[in-house]
């Protein structure tokens, strides 16, 4: 099997000019970018990137920096196309559309879950949860408003899973909650059934 490697360029803010790359690893690198094939109105300020080895799909979400740049361009996406090595791209699909600025994306293939950070979330920059395929389980209820789908009632999500953190020092004998800042990375652990993330403004990975 040819091992291959995603990634993303958010371009400039707000505007229609970003990008997602497929690099091959196996012998001399090839870069191709996906943008012909995903449709540039669909890569306004693309971030984080997942696959789903078992589905063959790609996700990413696309979310323009902050509260005040999501109201300004609109809101964060969570989007999905083919996986399919260099070839990827084909068949765009908005799974979420309503999220603020997402950044960070981690994909749990057991219960078909997304986590997302999202920094402009508010009154705090939060964690959500939404099901892979809330555009399938949601199609009987959802609408169009300002050009994205949103939800009238809530059916497979997004459900805020933290909008704080609890730093624990001198082993635990003292706590302190602060409320997130920047969340941005996202990782998950399977063996632990728990996820880390890290918020730069606060300086903690956690």
Same mark, same amino acid.
């Given at each position: 099997n040819k091992r291959f490697m995603y990634f993303t360029?958010?371009?400039?803010?707000?505007?229609?000019?970003?990008?997602?790359?497929?690099?091959?690893?196996?012998?001399?690198?090839?870069?191709? !970018?996906?943008?012909?094939?995903?449709?540039?109105?669909?890569?306004?300020?693309?971030?984080?990137?997942?696959?789903?080895?078992?589905? $063959?799909?790609?996700?990413?979400?696309?979310?323009?920096?902050?509260?005040?740049?999501?109201?300004?361009?609109?809101?964060?996406?969570?989007?999905?196309?083919?996986?399919?090595?260099?070839? !990827?791209?084909?068949?765009?699909?908005?799974?979420?559309?309503?999220?603020? !600025?997402? #950044?960070?994306?981690?994909?749990?293939?057991?219960?078909?879950?997304?986590?997302?950070? $999202?920094?402009?979330?508010?009154?705090?920059?939060?964690?959500?949860?939404?099901?892979?395929?809330?555009?399938?389980?949601?199609?009987?209820?959802?609408?169009?408003?300002?050009?994205?789908?949103?939800?009238?009632?809530?059916?497979?999500?997004?459900?805020?899973?933290?909008?704080?953190?609890?730093?624990?020092?001198?082993?635990?004998?003292? #706590?302190?909650?602060?409320?997130?800042?920047?969340?941005?990375?996202?990782?998950? $652990?399977?063996?632990?059934?728990?996820?880390?993330? !890290?918020?730069?403004d606060l300086g903690i990975v956690g």
């Amino acid at each position: 099997n040819k091992r291959f490697m995603y990634f993303t360029d958010p371009g400039q803010p707000g505007e229609y000019d970003g990008a997602i790359y497929a690099v091959n690893l196996d012998g001399e690198p090839t870069v191709v !970018s996906l943008a012909s094939k995903i449709g540039q109105t669909k890569l306004r300020d693309p971030k984080g990137i997942a696959v789903d080895l078992k589905r $063959d799909f790609l996700y990413w979400v696309d979310g323009a920096g902050n509260f005040t740049m999501a109201q300004r361009f609109g809101p964060g996406q969570l989007w999905r196309c083919d996986l399919d090595g260099l070839a !990827s791209g084909k068949n765009p699909t908005l799974v979420y559309g309503n999220f603020t !600025s997402p #950044q960070g994306l981690a994909l749990n293939l057991d219960n078909w879950t997304a986590f997302i950070t $999202d920094v402009g979330t508010m009154p705090n920059p939060a964690v959500w949860q939404v099901g892979m395929d809330w555009h399938l389980d949601n199609r009987a209820v959802m609408g169009f408003a300002h050009g994205y789908a949103w939800e009238f009632k809530n059916v497979s999500g997004p459900h805020k899973m933290q909008d704080t953190i609890q730093l624990d020092t001198f082993g635990g004998e003292f #706590q302190k909650v602060f409320p997130m800042s920047f969340p941005y990375d996202i990782a998950l $652990d399977y063996v632990d059934q728990r996820y880390y993330l !890290s918020d730069p403004d606060l300086g903690i990975v956690g």
